[in-house]
């Protein structure tokens, strides 16, 4: 069964840190663009990161950038999202989603490029 469990989120407060894990089960990563995505109550999911395959080509949103690392651990089938100097407006619940690379380094920021998705993990950056 495939499956994508984030986990790592929590409340924080402003200036804090977070790292979010993404593990998946039932098939390899390798092949496979990871994305994070996030979503605020009353907003559109958007793409925070998104690392490829195999060259490790990276994506990060304008807002994220400087701040917030993607890496992955293929050996541990695990994608991760370091998340710095946390802002308020980074409250959000975050999602990993996997899809298949159809060329070299590709990067997916579109939702329904993504094949899995995960449940999510609530992310709270507040004093």
């Known amino acids: 069964q495939v499956q994508l469990v984030e986990s790592g989120g929590g409340l924080v407060q402003p200036g804090g840190s977070l790292r979010l894990s993404c593990a998946a089960s039932?098939?390899?990563?390798?092949?496979?663009?990871v994305g994070w995505f996030r979503q605020a109550p009353g907003k559109e999911r958007e793409a925070v990161s998104c690392?490829?395959?195999?060259?490790?080509?990276?994506y990060y949103a304008d807002s994220v950038k400087g701040r917030f690392t993607i890496s992955r651990d293929n050996a541990k089938n695990t994608v991760y999202l370091q998340m710095n100097s946390l802002k308020p407006e980074d409250t959000a619940n975050y999602y990993c989603?996997?899809?298949?690379?159809?060329?070299?380094?590709?990067?997916?920021?579109?939702?329904?490029?993504?094949?899995?998705w995960g449940h999510g993990t609530q992310v709270t950056v507040s004093s």
């Open positions: 989603a996997a899809g298949v690379i159809r060329g070299w380094g590709q990067l997916m920021i579109a939702t329904d490029e993504y094949d899995y």
């Open positions: 690392i490829s395959s195999p060259d490790g080509s990276t």
């Open positions: 039932g098939f390899s990563m390798d092949g496979y663009a």
